[in-house]
DNA sequence: AAGGAAAATAAAAACGTTTTTATTACAGAT
DNA sequence: ATCTGTAATAAAAACGTTTTTATTTTCCTT
């Protein structure tokens, strides 16, 4: 078998190199390189200085083999659906950004892997932590009853999760004040006189998405006003959920005056679906959305928007793993993010709409 | 140190596991494992039983050591810049979707690496290929005379580029048709009438920008025009750039009837600046795009856009490196996909513009 | 029945580390 | 001068594989 030559074609240095170019045994090169004190001084700086001379970089495999850590940091990335080629996922390029950033200069290497649906993202995660594949993980997505965070928890498997889940366990995450959010839209539009107001939600299962209700809800109860909870719509992250859905509560009998919208691809969608029923936005409707990607100051008109930017979510994770990894207690590694509410309309239909 | 466990809290299970537990000695079972024909089909059969009876994965570090090889598939990300928070790169979640599944079942593990400009890239690509980071790597945002393609043709490490260079070098890659594409759009403009088409194009280093405007000085001279190559703009590829360029465009005294946008953020950005300026699409001016995520669709109005499931350059990627890196020559890895061109629009001004 | 070739398996070496154990050198104490 | 303890380093073992080399077994030939 051919040794792993460097670019020039030269054999890449080891350990083995720099005893010979020292004189000293590979033990001893190896105490000094990773700064054992029972090296002199003046060997570590010998050493060193061969291994700057060389080019000498440490063979993460060997190091894996003898110390049983892998140096690799998993991320499960949800696959987007080949089938409707609909707009997906699209801000897990600012997550994995955010987390590459963090992970920078550290000894651990960013490691996707790709989950097809929710259980094959168990079965992922399972996998990386019983054949130990890394040495910790990141995942979002998470459900209100979560068997990842359990499973993790049990084992006691370095982790962090973007999504908090609604068991009671101490578990490393960062996350989204979700309920914080839709309670500030939501009150928003009430106090413009609102009082139909839908939510273009995700999935109920998931545990943001049961946030979102919540905070939903108590806008309308602390105002003194029933929620319109029959206006309340889950469904996948897609435009065109955002549009059909938008058809449909227009069909209705008792339509929404404003909508909360889950993210921006829905939100495109939802006004795609408003334009095309002839309803504008600020007139005969408003509109408030979710922004990860900072993209709805260039609708038109602009719409009113809880902004966060998601890359200081990907940093913060990669941060809290960092410390998860090297054993750091999962308790104070936790934080809720409260996106910026950017008020771009008044959000009372122009006033158009009677404030109680 | 802690033998690495699995969940359950035992020791998971190696070769040597697999020796004790057949009888074998530990040479045989790798054969047996491998396949080598030295052994019996009796052994083998009762290998591989002992194998799925106690779970055995083999240890992707100590074949790593031994074999040399990494069983990593690099692939460089663009870092999003962190200070503008535009939006920027987000067809990565299809290229890493695509390539992900392209792996998916095959030895090798997606491992990302983040640059921060192109500098860093050819930085980032030369540590891999000399330190043997990976078994092979992915890029994109080639530039037409591209540093690490030379460097890596050179070197004889595999990789596959989205994107081709100008230079002429054998090496495995995957492309758009950028000519064809641009030169099919502006021809379609040209056919409706229009004369002073706009290409807001990405950043003429980059070799696909260059083909761009190819494609689009080639449609005006078979229609016989001279090209109007004083409406070519090169910029990021965000939505900030669609707008600012497209306020600079009608603020020159000759304006353009139509605009050929680079993607759909920039779209958007565009959109967003005709709308403030009065400008409606279909009737002062025509816009078509390209279009990765299918979102024009969605657009107020639909409009006529270059379609080219990115994903599905993605997986194209993953296939030809893993051909690559079992040495298939990269002559016959090289794939151009020419997009479809869908039309939403008539893209001649709704009849108000005459025909030549 | 002995010899030898071929087949099957066992044993050993190696990949590049870290860590444990052993050895050497040198100081200070007796 | 010898002993003891300590500091510094060397040597060896180990991690889990694959591959090369050595050994054993089988079976055929004479």
Same mark, same amino acid.
């Given at each position: 078998?051919?040794?792993?030559?460097? @670019?020039?074609?030269?054999?890449?240095?080891?350990?083995?190199?720099?005893?010979?170019?020292?004189?000293?045994?590979?033990?001893?090169?190896?105490?000094?390189?990773?700064?054992?004190?029972?090296?002199?001084?003046? *060997?570590?700086?010998?050493?060193?200085?061969?291994?700057?001379?060389?080019?000498?970089?440490?063979?993460?495999?060997?190091?894996?083999?003898?110390?049983?850590?892998?140096?690799?940091?998993?991320?499960?990335?949800?696959?987007?659906? &080949?089938?409707?080629?609909?707009?997906?996922?699209?801000?897990?390029?600012?997550?994995?950004?955010?987390?590459?950033?963090?992970?920078?200069?550290?000894? !651990?290497?960013?490691?996707?892997?790709?989950?097809?649906?929710?259980?094959?993202?168990?079965?992922?995660?399972?996998?990386?932590?019983?054949?130990?594949?890394?040495?910790?993980?990141?995942?979002?997505?998470?459900?209100?009853?979560?068997?990842?965070?359990?499973?993790?928890?049990?084992?006691?498997?370095?982790?962090?999760?973007?999504?908090?889940?609604?068991?009671?366990?101490?578990?490393?995450?960062?996350?989204?004040?979700?309920?914080?959010?839709?309670?500030?839209?939501?009150?928003?539009?009430?106090?413009?006189?609102?009082?139909?107001?839908?939510?273009?939600? &995700?999935?109920?299962?998931?545990? !943001?998405?049961?946030?979102?209700?919540?905070?939903?809800?108590?806008?309308?109860?602390?105002?003194?006003?029933?929620?319109?909870?029959?206006?309340?719509?889950?469904?996948?992250?897609?435009?065109?959920?955002?549009?059909?859905?938008?058809?449909?509560?227009?069909?209705?009998?008792?339509?929404?005056?404003?909508? +909360?919208? +889950?993210?921006?691809?829905?939100?495109?969608?939802?006004?795609?679906?408003?334009?095309?029923?002839?309803?504008? +936005?600020?007139?005969?409707?408003?509109?408030?959305?979710?922004?990860?990607?900072?993209?709805?100051?260039?609708?038109?008109?602009?719409?009113?928007?809880?902004?966060?930017?998601?890359?200081?979510?990907?940093?913060?994770?990669?941060?809290? %793993?960092? %410390?998860?990894?090297?054993?750091?207690?999962?308790?104070?590694?936790?934080?809720?993010?409260?996106? @910026?509410?950017?008020?771009?309309?008044?959000?009372?239909?122009?006033?158009?709409?009677?404030? *109680?």
């Amino acid at each position: 078998m051919a040794k792993a030559k460097s @670019e020039s074609g030269r054999t890449l240095p080891t350990i083995k190199t720099l005893a010979a170019h020292t004189g000293y045994s590979i033990g001893t090169i190896s105490k000094a390189l990773r700064g054992s004190p029972v090296v002199t001084e003046a *060997t570590r700086e010998a050493v060193l200085a061969a291994a700057r001379e060389l080019g000498y970089q440490a063979n993460a495999r060997g190091m894996a083999l003898r110390t049983g850590k892998t140096y690799q940091a998993a991320v499960l990335m949800p696959i987007t659906s &080949a089938a409707g080629y609909e707009w997906d996922g699209v801000e897990y390029t600012q997550i994995l950004s955010g987390i590459s950033q963090a992970l920078d200069g550290s000894d !651990y290497q960013l490691s996707v892997y790709g989950y097809r649906n929710f259980d094959d993202a168990c079965a992922v995660a399972r996998r990386i932590a019983d054949q130990r594949l890394a040495d910790g993980m990141i995942f979002s997505g998470v459900l209100a009853s979560d068997p990842r965070i359990a499973m993790l928890v049990e084992a006691g498997f370095p982790f962090v999760s973007l999504g908090r889940c609604r068991q009671s366990l101490v578990y490393a995450h960062v996350d989204v004040d979700n309920e914080w959010a839709a309670y500030a839209a939501t009150a928003r539009l009430i106090a413009g006189g609102h009082r139909r107001i839908a939510l273009i939600n &995700a999935e109920p299962r998931l545990s !943001y998405a049961l946030d979102r209700i919540d905070g939903f809800s108590r806008a309308f109860k602390e105002a003194g006003h029933e929620p319109s909870l029959d206006l309340v719509n889950g469904g996948d992250l897609t435009a065109r959920f955002g549009r059909d859905t938008t058809r449909k509560l227009f069909k209705q009998p008792s339509t929404p005056t404003a909508l +909360v919208c +889950v993210n921006e691809a829905t939100t495109l969608g939802v006004l795609s679906a408003l334009n095309s029923l002839g309803l504008r +936005v600020g007139e005969n409707v408003d509109v408030i959305a979710y922004d990860d990607i900072n993209v709805s100051a260039y609708f038109s008109p602009p719409i009113t928007t809880l902004y966060q930017p998601i890359e200081l979510l990907g940093r913060r994770l990669g941060e809290f %793993l960092l %410390l998860r990894m090297v054993d750091e207690g999962a308790a104070k590694l936790a934080e809720v993010f409260r996106p @910026e509410l950017i008020g771009r309309q008044p959000d009372n239909l122009g006033g158009r709409i009677g404030r *109680t």
